[in-house]
């Protein structure tokens, strides 16, 4: 029974891993063709969920385009030549991993900029009622605060 263990949760591991939404009837028969299309689709968006890749989606639009991907290869496109196409269709939203220019910036700086917006706000509020060490009392204050002291130790 011990031996058979680890077989078992190699299975169970192998059954719950995540499905991908690609149907049989949209596999390549060509192995090197469809490991193409695996490593094209998992970079593109779903336009439908937005969160997943159309490798992973089951949206009707996904479908659409893991079969234009398809298409695209076994025409003799290259894997750049395909991605560009559906760029070129659907713009840089597609890709799950946005290229840096000048549109997307914001994009990219926008998780930089609220850390650092976000350590000045708390930097300003804690330093906020803080008086600056440098201010001296007055001889008034000093003569109050002494006062204070006195009645506090008695």
Excluded: H
């Amino acid at each position: 029974m011990m031996r058979r263990l680890p077989l078992l949760l190699a299975g169970l591991l192998a059954v719950s891993a995540p499905a991908l939404a690609v149907q049989p009837n949209e596999v390549l028969k060509n192995p090197a063709l469809e490991q193409r299309a695996r490593e094209i689709s998992s970079g593109l968006r779903c336009l439908v969920c937005q969160n997943q890749s159309i490798d992973d989606s089951d949206a009707p639009l996904a479908k659409d385009l893991r079969i234009l991907v398809r298409e695209r290869l076994t025409a003799g496109d290259s894997d750049r030549a395909v991605i560009d196409f559906v760029v070129a269709r659907y713009g840089d939203f597609v890709l799950l991993r946005p290229p840096m220019n000048a549109r997307t910036i914001a994009l990219w700086a926008a998780p930089f900029l609220i850390v650092l917006f976000g350590a000045v706000f708390l930097w300003r509020r804690r330093n906020r009622g803080v008086a600056p060490a440098s201010v001296a009392l007055t001889a008034e204050e000093q003569a109050r605060l002494d006062e204070l002291m006195k009645r506090g130790d008695s």
